[in-house]
């Protein structure tokens, strides 16, 4: 059964086994100890705190500064395509929280032996249950009802996250003037839900060439739609599967 | 590592074609074998001097596993003849696409096929490419472009969720993911 209940500005959809239905309490715990933390639009999380300067950073909780770190370890490994730090001073970590709370959700259902559940908070999915693949439909950018595509996850493909500038802005922050080769949404496949999302926010703003390099240096796969409306997909996501004949050159 | 150690063997194997050009000879010696590395069939078409049986001596493959040899598929006759005597010289290498043999590595079987047009490559394609979980290995995960009707044929009503870029709660609302909600409660 789905459960669906508002959470970080969005809205959590969540399929559970009706003998584990009671597990949401715990879920929604998880998703309101996430917000109370980070959120920057309350005045009163820990994370407002340091951005007006009553907390420092070094004084904070240890959740506070791991995600600080693994947020940090993003930027370095995208070259700063990812980033926890805002262009005004602000240090926002909501381009990772929401998917440090999803993948916490979904390691608190395998902990109590819940083997089938989808988590899809505001458009970022991990799954589990591989018997019978879940499809995930891609979001048409153009159309609020309408889908580009679809994908099975099957293990170790658990987790799809999608960025974009077609919803609000996602924490993605473009220097310079965006030009025509910039992704209007990018969707990215991976293992985990964390590397999808912080992935597909590198891609967003880095463009082509951040796509052609982080398709090559991480085990996912990438759908990404430009101003255009031209659609970029990596070997994985491609209707067939991958070619017989994979061209090198020429 | 994989993807770079079958770039490697890719490598090697064109260095091959290289070779025998530079030498002024064609060197499409079906038997030939691995008896040196990478970097030595390198220093061979750097001096471009080598004779074409030093060429196919320089055939290469990395962890010294049996190099590709390749076989002509589109050349004539006198290019035939060359392939089976690899000391013979021949003035040039003819327009056409070579193909090799497959060649089992550990990291999986590896074929390729190289397009000559003007004396020059002007193509090389791995045809055969699968690591040892069978599945395809790949060289590049470069995205391509795809066309809107090659797209998989996504009907909402096999979908469980949709990935979108984030909804506020407003979005959600107008979205294909509401509706998906409501059918499943």
């Known amino acids: 059964m789905r459960h669906v209940f508002p959470t970080m500005g969005t809205v959590a959809s969540i399929e559970l086994p009706d003998d584990h239905a009671h597990r949401l309490a715990d879920l929604r715990a998880i998703f309101r100890a996430t917000q109370a933390r980070y959120s920057l639009f309350d005045v009163d999380s820990e994370l407002s705190l340091i951005a007006r300067g009553a907390l420092d950073l070094t004084d904070s909780s240890d959740a506070m500064r791991e995600t600080y770190l693994r947020a940090l370890e993003w930027r370095t490994a995208t070259a700063g395509l990812f980033s926890p730090h805002r262009p005004d001073g602000i240090l926002d970590l909501n381009g990772i929280v929401k998917a440090d709370a999803i993948e916490q959700a979904g390691a608190h259902l395998d902990a109590v032996g819940c083997d089938r559940w989808t988590i899809n908070v505001g458009g970022d999915i991990l799954v589990r249950g591989a018997d019978d693949p879940w499809v995930i439909g891609i979001a048409d950018p153009t159309d609020a009802q309408g889908l580009i595509s679809s994908v099975s996850l099957r293990p170790p493909r658990r987790a799809v996250a999608t960025s974009g500038s077609a919803q609000r802005g996602d924490h993605i922050w473009l220097g310079g003037d965006p030009g025509p080769a910039r992704f209007v949404q990018v969707t990215v496949v991976a293992d985990d839900i964390v590397t999808a999302d912080v992935l597909a926010t590198a891609i967003v703003a880095g463009g082509r060439e951040a796509l052609d390099d982080i398709a090559d240096r991480w085990p996912i796969d990438v759908l990404a739609v430009d101003r255009e409306g031209q659609i970029l997909a990596t070997p994985g996501l491609r209707p067939q599967p991958p070619a017989e004949v994979t061209r090198m050159a020429g | ?185």
């Open chain 2, 1 to 185: 590592m994989r993807v770079r150690a079958v770039l490697g063997s890719i490598f090697a194997s064109t260095a091959v074609l290289v070779v025998g050009w530079q030498a002024g000879a064609v060197v499409l010696a079906p038997d030939a074998t691995a008896a040196a590395q990478p970097e030595a069939a390198s220093a061979t078409s750097a001096d471009g001097t080598g004779s074409s049986a030093e060429s196919s001596q320089a055939t290469a493959a990395p962890e010294s596993a049996t190099a590709p040899t390749v076989a002509p598929t589109a050349a004539s006759d006198s290019d035939a003849s060359a392939a089976d005597s690899s000391a013979a010289a021949a003035p040039s290498v003819a327009d056409g696409t070579f193909t090799g043999s497959t060649v089992d590595t550990r990291f999986g079987s590896v074929q390729v096929s190289v397009t000559i047009a003007g004396g020059a490559i002007t193509d090389v394609t791995a045809l055969k490419l699968t690591d040892h979980e069978s599945r395809s290995v790949q060289i590049s995960n470069r995205a391509a472009p795809l066309l809107r009707e090659e797209v998989l044929a996504a009907q909402s009503a096999d979908v469980s969720n949709v990935s979108g870029a984030t909804y506020t709660t407003d979005a959600y609302l107008e979205s294909l993911q509401a509706a998906l909600d409501q059918a499943g409660f």
